[in-house]
């Protein structure tokens, strides 16, 4: 068994990779990043370090790599016979290994069993997208490539921060991992991946995740960013950050709850246990990385704004959430793009053009007027 890998990064070698390997796939990575792959092909193990409570070593064999951008066709060739290929590139570049996948089915020989799709990225439906990027440049060959492939939405939760210098190949990462990836796309024929759950309905999962993983995590960052605290560790040590973190989650759990008719206990633990893996004092996991790309992290359907906006439709609180959006849009990490673009926006541009070129928000909805009370009192502190 195969599995094509996209995305050799800290969640591609730390966590997808690892599971993969462990069900006894034969692990192609593919990446853009040179270096990387050279040191990848330098070795032939690496170790997944998981540090914290209950942590161990495990290391992982059986894998290759190949430069997408230098060798396209050698990755299309893989992809044409493997059983399954995976992503954990970024929501926003899933367009860019589109064309690649899509060749790679066209060559697929059409009597073999369908290929399995699965997106490993922080987004809602990551893998719908990723189809329909495949979709819209196959064009009227899509119908003929349509049935040589499955594609299952998932959502991966496993805190992997920037490795330090010199750690090669090697990934430390926390002890927890979760991977809930949709059932019905593979009839009879999931995958083998151990640890992994398979699901019928994976909307509550990838909301729970990304409305409480990632709310909680990215409401960390900012409030720590912006009181000049640089590891998530040492911002919720900080009693008034850690209570408008659980604040935030409060009001996210109470949409969950709403919405998908979660129980508000099981809710309550899950957001206790997330609060311990984010103070895990042994993860090096900075504010930067964490609130890395707000512009991505602040627009319609993402962790702020797509839960608060529900709320607000629902009449529930919204206030920690604003609060947390307030503090995203003071994040202002010079090396980080988005970062330096939400900056300029503010400077540039009025309150209300701000808040509807970045929540994607309409003026007439409820949570316009309250995104856009944090944005005006961010342009008062820039003196704009
Ligand atoms: N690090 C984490 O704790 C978690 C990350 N995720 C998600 O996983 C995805 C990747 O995140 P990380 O691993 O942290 O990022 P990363 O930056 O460590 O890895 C991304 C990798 O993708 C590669 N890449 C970029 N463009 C490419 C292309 N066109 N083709 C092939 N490879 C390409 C990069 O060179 C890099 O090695 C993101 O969607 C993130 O939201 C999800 C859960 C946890
Ligand atoms: O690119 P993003 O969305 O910041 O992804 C990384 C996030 O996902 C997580 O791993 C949670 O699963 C956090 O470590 C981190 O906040």
């Known amino acids: 068994m195969k599995a094509v890998h996209f995305g050799a990064g800290n969640i ?8 993969l390997h462990q069900g006894g796939y034969e692990l192609v990575f593919s990446d853009v990043a040179a270096p990387l792959v050279d040191a990848i092909n330098a070795v032939d193990r690496y170790t997944v370090h998981e540090v914290g409570e209950g942590g161990r070593d495990t290391v992982v064999t ?6 997408s951008a230098e060798h396209p066709d050698a990755v299309i060739e ?3 016979g493997a059983n399954v290929v995976t992503t954990a590139v970024g929501p926003t570049v899933l367009k860019f290994v589109a064309p690649l996948i899509m060749s790679g089915l066209a060559l697929r020989d059409p009597s073999s069993p369908p290929l399995q799709i699965m997106a490993c990225e922080n987004a809602i439906n990551a893998t719908d997208l990723l189809r329909d990027e495949i979709k819209e440049r196959a064009g009227d060959a899509w119908d003929a490539l349509a049935g040589r492939a499955v594609f299952a939405n998932t959502a991966v939760d496993r805190i992997v921060p920037a490795q330090p210098e010199g750690a090669g190949v090697d990934v430390t990462v926390e002890p927890f991992f979760e991977w809930a990836i949709e059932r019905p796309p593979f009839g009879d024929d999931p995958p083998t991946i151990p640890g992994a759950h398979f699901v019928d309905d994976l909307a509550p999962y990838i909301e729970r995740k990304l409305f409480t993983v990632n709310t909680g995590h990215a409401t960390t960052a900012y409030f720590g960013a912006r009181a000049g605290i640089d590891t ?3 911002a919720l040590a900080d009693d008034d950050i850690a209570g408008r973190v659980s604040a935030a989650l409060e009001e996210t759990s109470a949409l969950l709850a709403a919405k998908h008719g979660l129980d508000p206990a099981s809710l309550a633990d899950y957001r206790a246990t997330i609060l311990r893996r984010f103070r895990n004092a042994a993860l090096p996991d900075t504010v930067w990385r964490v609130g890395r790309q707000p512009l991505r992290k602040l627009s319609r359907h993402e962790r702020f704004v797509g839960p608060a906006a529900e709320a607000a439709e629902r009449g529930l609180p919204v206030d920690a959430l604003v609060d947390a959006m307030g503090a995203a849009l003071a994040f202002d990490d010079t090396e980080d793009a988005q970062s330096v673009d939400l900056q300029r926006m503010l400077r540039e541009q009025d309150a209300a053009t701000v808040t509807a070129a970045v929540t994607g928000l309409e003026p007439q909805h409820p949570l316009f007027a309250r995104v856009e009370a944090v944005v005006a009192a961010r342009q008062a502190e820039l003196g704009v």
């Open 78 to 80: 893989e992809i044409a």
């Open 232 to 234: 998530i560790a040492a």
């Open 12 to 19: 591609g070698r730390g966590f997808v990779g690892l599971l």
């Open 62 to 67: 059986g894998f290759r790599a190949l430069n």
